[in-house]
């Protein structure tokens, strides 16, 4: 199975920004789409910002406007960057992979393991 690895959370002040990396962890040949949940404490994961093999993009409104979701070139790392950040934005930040062809074989879905972001008032 890939794995997902996450990076880039941490505490940040209201209004700060943070930038959240994702890579795949085994030789991958291609990724079908991407994306970006939250879960908060006593809430359910939610989706925060998708993106497909052709760039095209979709935001939660609550972060419209102020996250912008990206790939790289090779299209096996997603990235999240997050501006303007509010308290309520408190959460574990999930990377979501789906449709991932690797060396050996497929896999339909992959989580990562999620990175914490707090912000403070």
């Known amino acids: 199975q890939v794995q997902l690895v996450e990076s880039g959370g941490g505490l940040v002040q209201a209004g700060g920004s943070l930038r959240l990396s994702c890579a795949a962890s085994?030789?991958?040949?291609?990724?079908?789409?991407m994306a970006w949940y939250r879960q908060a404490p006593g809430k359910q994961r939610e989706l925060v910002a998708s993106?497909?093999?052709?760039?095209?993009?979709d935001y939660a409104d609550s972060v419209k406007g102020r996250f912008t979701i990206s790939r790289d070139s090779a299209k096996t790392s997603v990235y999240l960057q997050m501006n303007s950040l509010k308290p309520e934005d408190t959460a574990v930040y999930y990377c979501?992979?789906?449709?991932?062809?690797?060396?050996?074989?497929?896999?339909?879905?992959?989580w990562g393991q999620g990175t914490q972001v707090t912000v403070s008032s």
């Open positions: 979501n992979a789906q449709g991932i062809k690797y060396k050996g074989g497929y896999d339909p879905l992959s």
């Open positions: 085994r030789n991958i040949f291609a990724i079908n789409a």
């Open positions: 993106i497909t093999g052709a760039a095209s993009t």
